[in-house]
């Protein structure tokens, strides 16, 4: 059995930073690529970046490019976002996804409003 559980999301001005954080736990054999989503209300999901592995190859949705940034901490099974100059089309349910064990898991998903 397996879990992801998100972090960090919240209310922001426009122009605002937050750090969203996604940590897995369990019988963790092989943790492979982990990613970010987002679904604003009528609305599909969409991939915001996601990180291999090893961090060698990231990537970003072209709305996201220089404002957002992808990590992960292996030692701790934990996947970041860092969120910068966030803009009300940012807002959305921000959901985690990894490779766990060669199985797709999902977060239960963490809402983040930016607003005035």
């Known amino acids: 059995q397996v879990q992801l559980v998100e972090s960090g999301g919240g209310l922001v001005q426009p122009g605002g930073s937050l750090r969203l954080s996604c940590t897995a736990s369990?019988?963790?054999?092989?943790?492979?690529?982990m990613g970010w989503y987002r679904q604003a209300p009528g609305k599909q999901r969409e991939l915001v970046a996601d990180?291999?592995?090893?961090?060698?190859?990231?990537s970003y949705v072209d709305s996201v490019k220089g404002r957002f940034t992808i990590s992960r901490d292996n030692y701790k099974n934990t996947v970041y976002l860092q969120m910068n100059s966030l803009k009300p089309e940012d807002t959305a349910v921000y959901y985690c996804?990894?490779?766990?064990?060669?199985?797709?898991?999902w977060g239960q998903g963490t809402q983040v409003t930016v607003s005035s």
């Open positions: 369990g019988s963790i054999f092989t943790l492979g690529i």
């Open positions: 996804n990894a490779r766990i064990n060669g199985v797709s898991n």
């Open positions: 990180i291999t592995s090893g961090g060698g190859r990231l």
